[in-house]
């Protein structure tokens, strides 16, 4: 059986979804990496047979222009273009995914749950199909709050009501990834009940890298639906670039906004001025690909600033990480036993933010409140209490006794009927 694995072009969806390749590549199964040009370097440091989706539409280079824009977004303007962004995708891959398929004789398909209304295509080819989560699991149902705010959970009528308000204010921001579902499903013939939540979702099988302890309470999942646990194994990623040598040997204070939301030099400029000179301690901070590093001020003396880093590697020797709160940022620090400090800009981050508080593994600070010393305030009550660093470390052995790559590959096996060789 081959089996094709379609990636989200964004490095939070893409690395979890080629660990999880390349961990059934390891078991002797015949796997395709599908995504559009621009990430092809990720299957091939995860060495994956790669085959690109929709190449006219999107040929090598021509995907940056459009995540540019997204580095200067925050709250439900970056949500928007998101969402939209993804409709486009989708528009180009309900023509293109299925041609590639054929042409590969490609067996049975993975989707990540972010484009979820792809489910139409295997679904219209009669093709076994799973579904993952990279990122949080979207909650439709009303029970918990969607993960698009950093609302904790609250089961009383309240609530409820709360979480049903937050689904309507998101209503007119998935509609446009909706309707392509819809227009392809008519087209197709396909007789789907839009009204149920997880209508394009796999039947056989959706799983999620979000840890079942770092969840909330009473989340609505149907019964093909696994947590396990993060999908990375500290190989199959491409090498970067770093001065090692420039590290003092102090413990770290690592600071990162992703790949994505990585346009805001203000929001590093205030990282730089909240962490401060700090006696046996050094920063690292790590701007993304699109900022010019002299234009972070303030720095202390002994910081490290640079446009990309080694996250795993640096994690090992960090005491804490202020983050956007990406859930593969995340998971990274837990898997490591480092607590966080969050600043939530976008689509899942505010429902990560809220998990983090929730297990008392960091804190967060929402980004209208964020300043040079509320940040320091941040940074010094993490810094100060132990139960941080003791929250993280309990997470950190739960994630290790799960084994979430190794569980996840075991259900895609059980799923499709696969022996590992």
């Known amino acids: 059986m081959k089996i094709a694995f379609v990636g989200v072009p964004s490095p939070g969806h893409l690395n979890p979804m080629a660990s999880l390749a390349r961990q059934m590549k390891l078991r002797g199964h015949d796997v395709l990496f599908l995504s559009l040009m621009d990430t092809e370097a990720v299957a091939v440091a995860a060495e994956l047979p790669f085959a690109p989706l929709c190449p006219e539409a999107y040929p090598a280079g021509g995907f940056l222009k459009f995540i540019e824009p997204l580095g200067r977004l925050q709250g439900e303007e970056a949500l928007e273009y998101t969402f939209q962004l993804l409709a486009d995708i989708s528009r180009n891959e309900f023509v293109g995914l299925p041609k590639v398929l054929a042409q590969h004789k490609v067996d049975a398909v993975l989707l990540d749950e972010v484009n979820n209304p792809l489910g139409l295509v295997p679904m219209s080819l009669g093709m076994p199909y799973a579904t993952v989560s990279n990122a949080l699991p979207f909650d439709f149902t009303g029970l918990t709050p969607v993960c698009t705010f950093s609302a904790s959970h609250d089961p009383s ?5 709360r979480n049903r308000q937050f689904l309507q204010r998101m209503k007119p921001i998935f509609a446009p990834r909706e309707a392509v579902g819809r227009e392809y499903a008519q087209r197709m013939g396909l007789d789907i009940d839009w009204d149920d939540p997880f209508a394009t979702i796999s039947k056989r099988l959706w799983l999620a890298q979000t840890p079942k302890v770092f969840d909330l309470d009473a989340s609505p999942w149907p019964s093909q639906f696994h947590y396990t646990g993060p999908f990375h194994d500290g190989a199959g990623r491409g090498s970067v670039g770093f001065p090692w040598e420039q590290l003092t040997g102090d413990p770290l204070i690592y600071a990162s906004l ?5 346009g805001l030099a203000e929001m590093f400029n205030t990282i730089a001025k909240g962490v401060g000179e700090r006696s046996g301690m050094q920063l690292v901070l790590s701007v993304g690909p699109v900022l010019d590093v002299r234009e972070i001020k303030s720095l202390p003396k002994n910081a490290v600033i640079v446009n990309s880093a080694p996250q795993l590697e640096l994690l090992k020797q960090t ?4 983050t956007h709160g990406g859930l593969n940022t995340a998971l990274e620090c837990l898997s490591q036993g480092v ?3 969050v600043v939530p800009i976008t689509n899942d981050q505010p429902g990560v933010a809220a998990r983090i508080a929730a297990t008392g593994t960091g804190t967060f600070i929402p980004l ?3 300043t040079a010393s509320s940040l320091r305030a941040h940074v010094d009550e993490v810094l100060g209490n132990p139960k941080y660093r003791s929250n993280a470390l309990r997470l950190k052995k739960n994630i290790q006794m799960t084994q979430g790559l190794t569980k996840a590959a075991d259900l895609l096996e059980e799923a499709f009927g696969l022996r590992s060789t």
């Open 368 to 370: 209208k409140e964020l």
């Open 258 to 262: 992703g790949t994505l939301q990585n």
């Open 157 to 161: 009528s309240e609530g409820l009501v």
């Open 319 to 322: 005491t804490l990480c202020i």
């Open 339 to 341: 607590p966080m400090v």
